[in-house]
């Protein structure tokens, strides 16, 4: 069993900066892979960014290339998302989630486990 807790979200002025966090429970988390994803209410969930387990690989959606960074701290079983330059189309859901495999991807059906949400708005 694995638990994911994101935070981190709220309401920020387009060309803005913030900082998702996604906490992990168990001590295998350091060999998972984890992804970042973000949804709109009535839409299908959208990959954002991936990075495997030793945070070695990371890719990202073109969407956000050069904007968003993703990052790992596995002694803290934490994930990050650095936002910058936020859009108003980047105002969605952001979940993160775990790939027990460890290798990255953009296919949701690959990810195991799945935090619950936390918003993100961006106000032009």
């Known amino acids: 069993q694995v638990q994911l807790v994101e935070s981190g979200g709220g309401l920020v002025q387009a060309g803005g900066s913030l900082r998702l966090s996604c906490a992990a429970s168990?001590?295998?988390?350091?060999?998972?892979?984890v992804g970042w994803f973000r949804q709109a209410p009535g839409k299908e969930r959208e990959f954002v960014a991936t990075?495997?387990?030793?945070?070695?690989?990371?890719y990202y959606a073109d969407s956000v290339k050069g904007r968003f960074t993703i990052s790992r701290d596995n002694a803290e079983n934490t994930v990050y998302l650095q936002m910058n330059s936020l859009k108003p189309e980047d105002t969605d859901v952001y979940y993160c989630?775990?790939?027990?495999?460890?290798?990255?991807?953009?296919?949701?059906?690959?990810?195991?486990?799945w935090g619950q949400g936390t918003q993100v708005t961006v106000s032009s």
């Open positions: 168990g001590h295998t988390f350091a060999s998972y892979a």
């Open positions: 989630a775990a790939n027990t495999k460890g290798w990255i991807t953009a296919a949701t059906r690959e990810y195991d486990y």
């Open positions: 990075i495997s387990w030793s945070g070695g690989s990371t």
